[in-house]
């Protein structure tokens, strides 16, 4: 069987310049949990899922454990942060998509999309035919075809009987078992495979895999940065974010802290990449853009005067490197400061 035989049509999709909350009426009004972003060929061009809606700023995130479905609400309160979120939040779907989506033609044996899906970890991969979106093969839909009864031909294969079922591959068998919650059947080793030389192969194997997942990891991470980055960069300071900024380190000074984190952005923002914040030299805020530069400029003019210092530092170093930065609204006193 091929992925256009067991694939489900009749897919939701969104366009790249859906904006956020549309997305998330699309997911809570087909009941999904992600969905492909399409161009206006039907090719594919990333997928969105619930964590990518995710809002960044913190409370908002712990407003709600299933916050996405609040969007919609009208029965229930909503919390005030999350509603101010959603007002503030311009990003459309092609900012916040996983890009790019891994997909199978459409006469893709059922066996390789179940060693696809195991290989890469996901749930779900859209089925392509001539680069346009026909449909989606979930595990769901390969774990119907493994429950599906079987002829006798397939269960005890006598000759080479091109209309039978295929048996499940161990991929497909470990992703039941997974599905279900289940550790995968045991595997039993031949003879040949009890000697150290085996055992090492395997451990190197595990090593390969593991490498292969942190690069995949990180290759993601980078492309969401760089995103972030350009849409910060692009974007400018707004009346209503300033006040939201301002309110909730009036909140944080209630609880007895003497800074507040006023926005965390990736070094690409900065002209030199963070290396001026983390030196730190003096003139690190001549490096700052955007977003970054706007909040200097509102805090030089409005604030600065009354005694509020603005203090830049650097939030973590992947590989190394300066990462995500921060600007920190201070009442108390630093060195790392701009007076």
Same mark, same amino acid.
């Given at each position: 069987?091929?992925?256009?035989?067991?694939?489900?049509?009749?897919?939701?999709?969104? #366009?790249?310049?859906?904006?956020?909350?549309?997305?998330?009426?699309?997911?809570?009004?087909?009941?999904?949990?992600?969905?492909?972003?399409?161009?206006?060929?039907?090719?594919?061009?990333? %997928? %969105?899922?619930?964590?990518?809606?995710?809002?960044? =700023?913190?409370?908002?995130?712990?407003?709600?454990?299933?916050?996405?479905?609040? %969007?919609?609400? =009208?029965?229930?309160?909503?919390? #005030?942060?999350?509603?101010?979120?959603?007002?503030?939040?311009?990003?459309?779907?092609? /900012?916040?998509?996983?890009?790019?989506?891994?997909?199978?033609?459409? =006469?893709?044996? &059922?066996?390789?999309?179940?060693?696809?899906? *195991?290989?890469?970890?996901? $749930?779900?991969?859209?089925?392509?035919?001539?680069?346009?979106?026909?449909?989606?093969?979930?595990?769901?839909?390969?774990?119907?075809?493994?429950?599906?009864?079987?002829?006798?031909?397939?269960?005890?294969?006598?000759?080479?009987?091109?209309?039978?079922? !295929? %048996?499940?591959?161990?991929?497909?068998?470990?992703?039941? +078992?997974?599905?279900?919650?289940?550790?995968?059947?045991?595997?039993?080793?031949?003879?040949?495979? *009890?000697?150290?030389?085996? *055992? /090492?192969?395997?451990? @190197?194997?595990?090593?390969?895999?593991?490498?292969? &997942?942190?690069?995949?990891?990180?290759?993601?991470?980078?492309? $969401?940065?760089?995103?972030?980055?350009? /849409?910060?960069?692009?974007? +400018?300071?707004?009346?209503?974010?300033?006040?939201?900024?301002?309110?909730?380190?009036?909140?944080?000074?209630? $609880?007895?802290?003497?800074?507040?984190?006023?926005?965390? *952005?990736?070094?690409? &923002?900065?002209?030199?990449?963070?290396?001026?914040?983390?030196?730190?030299?003096?003139?690190?805020?001549?490096?700052?853009?955007?977003?970054?530069?706007?909040?200097?400029?509102?805090?030089?003019?409005? @604030?600065?005067?009354?005694?509020?210092?603005?203090?830049?530092?650097?939030?973590?170093? !992947?590989?190394?490197?300066?990462?995500?930065?921060?600007?920190? @609204?201070?009442?108390?006193?630093?060195?790392?400061?701009?007076?």
């Amino acid at each position: 069987m091929k992925a256009r035989d067991v694939m489900t049509t009749g897919i939701v999709t969104v #366009p790249p310049d859906a904006p956020v909350r549309a997305v998330a009426e699309t997911l809570l009004k087909y009941g999904i949990s992600a969905v492909p972003v399409v161009d206006h060929h039907g090719a594919p061009l990333g %997928i %969105i899922s619930e964590g990518d809606l995710m809002p960044r =700023n913190e409370t908002a995130r712990e407003a709600r454990r299933d916050w996405w479905l609040q %969007i919609l609400s =009208n029965g229930g309160e909503v919390h #005030p942060d999350y509603l101010q979120f959603m007002r503030s939040d311009h990003r459309t779907a092609a /900012q916040i998509m996983v890009s790019p989506v891994v997909t199978v033609d459409e =006469n893709v044996p &059922l066996a390789e999309i179940a060693d696809i899906l *195991f290989e890469n970890k996901i $749930k779900r991969v859209p089925v392509l035919r001539e680069g346009r979106i026909v449909g989606i093969v979930s595990r769901a839909d390969l774990l119907k075809t493994l429950a599906r009864p079987r002829p006798a031909a397939a269960r005890d294969p006598v000759h080479d009987d091109g209309t039978a079922l !295929p %048996i499940a591959s161990d991929k497909l068998e470990a992703l039941a +078992h997974r599905h279900n919650g289940a550790a995968a059947p045991p595997h039993e080793p031949a003879a040949d495979e *009890f000697s150290a030389s085996a *055992f /090492q192969a395997l451990r @190197l194997e595990h090593e390969k895999h593991e490498e292969q &997942l942190r690069r995949e990891a990180k290759r993601i991470a980078d492309e $969401k940065h760089h995103r972030q980055a350009g /849409q910060m960069l692009a974007s +400018h300071l707004t009346d209503e974010a300033w006040e939201r900024m301002m309110h909730n380190a009036r909140a944080t000074a209630k $609880k007895g802290d003497e800074e507040h984190l006023l926005l965390r *952005f990736p070094a690409e &923002l900065c002209s030199d990449h963070g290396r001026a914040v983390n030196a730190p030299d003096p003139e690190w805020p001549a490096t700052l853009r955007g977003m970054a530069a706007d909040i200097y400029l509102r805090w030089k003019a409005e @604030l600065r005067p009354h005694g509020f210092t603005l203090a830049a530092r650097v939030v973590d170093f !992947p590989d190394g490197i300066p990462g995500d930065i921060g600007l920190y @609204l201070s009442w108390g006193k630093h060195d790392d400061v701009a007076h």
